[in-house]
């Protein structure tokens, strides 16, 4: 276990968002249970302030998570001294293999907190709130993962031993690390170059044409398409970006980049990255919701900046990550 | 420009209520001014100990017998010149010295194997027997300055006289505060250490990033050695430090519960006045939303200011004033470091944390009393006469 | 013609589930055209309270139905509820319910925070309310220096700023001497000149009688017990 301040502080935050989403959640149920807009007016008025405690709640939580993913990247960066063999976060991380599974599950709090917040929007938007039962069931699956995200917390920070040298001899430990990161970074370049590059340029094609058309199935594809736009994404930032951005051709880390020697590069990168992402998945549910009457109008309207938005969030990570590739320093041409 | 109407009103509404708004802000920042002196003084002190390893060799070899430290025959060098890499090897004589007169701790160092960082001497190193330079800690102690004379028990229980021939006023508090520095020899005669053998071996690469590599050559030529490489001890410091400000942040939990208590109960007691003023604002128009983000902006505005100034004071605290009582609880058993002044830093990260681990708490127990506050019936107004 | 404002069955009751229940609107069914001046009247309890907070969209009914300007509000959730209400309506309460701390501009602004306007529409409306008062010159004060009949003023002020099409009054003359009410009696009337819709609740005859007004509907126990022309 390791007392580092950085670990309070994820723990105390995990806790609480946890205490706050189950609080919105097990509330959120009862209000689904028993929201009946014919209903005596004295109940669903209470039922409906509720709702706005149940919002606040849960908006927070997401806020709390996704501060929370930061924070834990840069606590495993803090913390990397600590152990033999780690040069960064990715040390850190593969010093207790839990650490990787940590950060799946806040990304997906966060990427599903931000849908949540979109669909509570939609919601107050219109008189006859028809998602309101919908989006508090939809408060469930959180409950699960916040549960998880708390508990490899625990078991992640409890699981990391220290090697002090007091304890054992010496130099002689390194922590062997064939987590996933090293098997992304060791994915050929060449290949994994052109298929990021091709993927990149359709995604933005698809948002391009997605504006032009109105058909639905188009619409839904984005969505998928954004998921895979995610995982490609990540990918190529492990496998090549990273290594253009400290322009050396052995550095893989995804998470160097979010410090200062980089010029904090990674935070316009990642927030671009998802933004287009969840911009994306936004667009299925808006078409998936098109179908519910008196909110047709409403989605059909809010399709079109949401659009922009994913085109906006592509350009700048089509810009941040082909810029140093095209004109940075680093030649990687041996390397093909 | 609603956000922004409504941030002014929020603000407006913090002013006009003064008693209740300093009485938050006074224990919120108290709060923040001790969790960031934890913080910056654990920070401090790592910093310190990368800097005072800095000017360390890159290698230290022990022997241990038993699993314990043992000394080193000199012998050893000989076989350790010959691994590859090696670029230099040199037997270093050091030891403590309980001092019984005012109950601490000296670092004896033999002046052979100092390392030439320690030039920032006042005075002049010690050059034959009956001389020593000391460090600013021990001379505090003892009341002792420049020309003076230092009187150590040797391992015969007799006394022996040094004069002080230099005081070090390093910046690096931790490394020199508890030194006694004298040459070579009359050390060895005052631990009644025989010639054949030293404390340790400090080694010297040529390459650093081969450090590892060589410490396994030494660990196989030498089996009963044990090295340790430079940035192991940093380990060991940084896992130390980090513990002993966790340990410190974990007692001071109780005092953050005790805060959240009384966020809730300022949040939750809410004044006639202000129920008043909420309801006015509910019946001219205002929606629960709207009430609620005037909340938001209340207990952000009061985060922001109360962050600021308890980072603000604990900085000074810590890099001005050298947190008398803190500092010492964190620095551990000696006595003789509490004057430590500790170069000043801002790190993100630190304020990070410290934001999460105050703000947070914060919000989260101000979230129900507000909203509370939110849902005040618009009519209510109407039906009170 | 459409009326402005109609209800229809319209009954409240508070803490329905409660000992203390009371049904403060029995079932009343109502409407006000629009640029009427329509006055509630009756004993105190009688329910003109409630049934302004029902027809000005502060509440919903526990039964019946609330249409304003065509629209059915009784079932709106909250939020939109208090959209329909800082749109349609101004409010000039009993105790004419001002923040003592604030100044008069800023008492008068407070509806306007809500709406996404500029800060230079805002400061235009809150000129206009406070010239149609005739209280431009004491923008800066702070409400209690005021006396109480300039107190309502900057009460109507508050009522007006959102540029309403009805304004809704309880009990406006409680507070007044006749001097005082004469001169609010007026300005109603020229409010009401303007097209402005007015309901007042009172039990005073110096209002009902007052030739502003177009229909009296008079309430006992939270039934309407008779409507007619003034």
């Known amino acids: 276990m390791i007392l580092h301040p950085g670990v309070l502080a994820l723990l105390l935050g ?107 929007h939609l919601d107050l938007q219109c008189p006859e709130a028809p998602l309101t039962r919908f989006k508090f069931i939809a408060l469930i699956p959180f409950l699960p993962l916040a549960i998880a995200d708390l508990t490899l917390m625990v078991i992640y920070f409890a699981g990391l031993e220290p090697e002090v040298i007091t304890s054992c001899c010496g130099a002689l430990f390194s922590s062997g690390g064939d987590g996933l990161a090293s098997e992304l970074a060791a994915l050929p370049l060449r290949p994994m170059m052109i298929v990021f590059y091709a993927g990149l340029a359709a995604y933005g094609c698809l948002v391009l044409l997605s504006l032009l058309s109105r058909r639905p199935w188009m619409h839904y594809l984005l969505a998928l398409a954004s998921g895979l736009f995610l995982v490609l994404g990540l990918t190529a930032i492990v496998s090549f970006i990273s290594l253009y951005i400290y322009e050396l051709p052995t550095h893989h880390c995804p998470f160097d980049m979010l410090q200062r020697s980089s010029n904090f590069v990674g935070y316009p990168i990642y927030l671009s990255l998802l933004g287009a992402t969840i911009c994306g998945l936004v667009q299925a549910m808006l078409e998936y919701l098109c179908r519910i009457p008196g909110l047709s109008v409403i989605t059909s309207r809010a399709q079109r900046p949401w659009l922009l938005m994913t085109l906006f969030f592509w350009m700048l990570f089509a810009l941040l990550t082909g810029w140093p590739v095209l004109f940075g320093p680093l030649a990687m041409t041996a390397y093909f | 420009m609603r956000y922004l109407k409504i941030l002014e009103y929020a603000l407006a509404s913090l002013l006009r209520r003064p008693g209740k708004t300093c009485a ?228 001071f939990s109780s005092a953050l519960m005790a805060f959240c208590i009384l966020a809730w109960d300022k949040a939750t007691g809410l004044s006639a006045g202000e129920r008043r003023e909420i309801g006015i604002l509910k019946a001219v128009g205002w929606d629960t939303g709207d009430v609620l983000l005037l909340k938001l902006w209340e207990g952000l505005a009061l985060s922001l200011l109360a962050f600021l100034s308890g980072c603000l004071i604990a900085f000074i605290l810590v890099f001005w004033w050298g947190t008398p009582v803190l500092g010492g609880i964190l620095r551990g058993w000696s006595v003789l470091f509490p004057a430590l002044r500790p170069t000043p830093f801002i790190d993100f990260y630190q304020l990070g944390t410290l934001a999460f681990l105050t703000i947070i708490p914060y919000v989260a127990s101000t979230v129900i009393p507000a909203w509370r506050a939110a849902v005040t019936d618009p009519d209510e107004v109407m039906r009170a006469s | 013609m459409n009326p402005l404002i109609r209800t229809e069955e ?94 008069v501009r800023d008492n008068v602004m407070l509806p306007l925070y809500p709406e996404r306007l500029s800060a230079n529409e805002m400061g235009r409306r809150v000129a206009a309310a406070l010239a149609e008062v005739e209280l431009t010159g004491l923008a800066r004060r702070r409400v209690t220096e005021l006396s109480g009949g300039e107190q309502q003023r900057v009460a109507i002020a508050r009522a007006l700023v959102n540029e309403p099409r009805v304004l809704i009054a309880d009990e406006p003359t409680a507070h007044l001497d006749s001097r005082l009410s004469t001169v609010l009696l007026e300005r109603f009337a020229a409010l009401k000149q303007a097209g402005l819709t007015l309901v007042i609740a009172t039990h005073d005859p110096q209002v009902y009688t007052h030739p502003l007004v177009d229909r009296i509907i008079e309430l006992h126990d939270g039934r309407l017990c008779k409507e007619g022309g003034a």
């Not at chain 2, 022997?63 to 590859?84: C, D, Q």
């Not at chain 2, 071996?201 to 450090?211: G, K, T």
Request: net charge neutral; glycine share 8%; proline share 4%.
């Open chain 3, 10 to 103: 319209v009954c409240k009751t508070y803490h329905p589930r409660k000992a203390d229940a009371t049904q403060a609107v029995a079932g009343i069914t109502m409407q006000v055209a629009s640029g009427e001046a329509v006055v509630l009247k009756g004993p105190s309890g009688s329910g003109k309270t409630s049934l302004l907070s029902l027809v000005g969209c502060m509440t919903r009914p526990t039964s019946g139905r609330v249409i304003v300007t065509g629209e059915e509000v009784s079932r709106l959730p909250e939020r939109f509820l208090t959209l329909v209400r800082r749109r349609t309506f101004g409010f000039v309460f009993q105790q004419y319910h001002l923040i003592p701390e604030l100044s």
């Open chain 2, 24 to 251: 938050i802000l006074v224990v919120y920042t108290l709060m923040i001014v001790v969790l960031a002196s934890v913080l910056f003084l654990t920070q401090a002190l790592k910093t310190e100990a990368t800097t005072m390893l800095a000017g360390g060799p890159q290698l230290v070899v022990q022997k241990t017998m038993a699993g314990r430290h043992e000394l080193i025959p000199v012998s050893a060098v000989e076989k350790l010149v010959e691994i590859p890499g090696v670029k230099a090897v040199k037997p270093r004589v050091w030891g403590y010295y309980y001092d019984a007169l005012t109950g601490t701790n000296y670092t004896l160092q033999g002046f052979d194997t100092l390392a030439n960082e320690l030039s920032l001497l006042n005075g002049r190193l010690p050059r034959e027997e009956g001389e020593c330079a000391i460090g600013a800690g021990v001379a505090r102690s003892r009341l002792i300055h420049l020309q003076d004379e230092l009187i150590l028990i040797d391992y015969d229980n007799i006394g022996r006289i040094f004069t002080v021939t230099g005081v070090f006023v390093s910046a690096a508090d931790l490394l020199t505060q508890d030194l006694v520095v004298m040459p070579e020899g009359p050390l060895r005669q005052f631990f009644g250490m025989p010639d054949s053998l030293a404390t340790d071996l400090a080694v010297e690469v040529y390459n650093p990033n081969e450090v590892d590599t060589i410490a396994n050559k030494i660990k196989r030529s030498l089996p009963d050695s044990r090295p340790i490489t430079q940035s192991e001890l940093l380990r060991t410091y940084h896992a130390v430090f980090d513990w002993r400000g966790g340990m410190m942040l974990a007692l």
């Open chain 1, 14 to 120: 995990g806790l609480v968002s946890l205490l706050m989403l189950s609080a919105g959640a097990l509330l959120g149920i009862r209000i689904a249970r028993r929201w009946n807009p014919d209903g005596a007016e004295a109940d669903q008025l209470s039922l409906e302030r509720r709702a706005w405690l149940v919002a606040v709640l849960v908006r927070w939580a997401i806020v709390f998570e996704a501060l929370s993913l930061l924070l834990f990247i840069y606590t495993a960066e803090v913390i990397h001294p600590l152990f033999v063999g780690a040069m960064c976060a990715t040390g850190t991380l593969n010093a207790n293999p839990i650490g990787w599974h940590l950060i799946w599950i806040k990304l997906l709090l966060f990427l599903l907190g931000g849908l949540w917040m979109v669909l509570n």
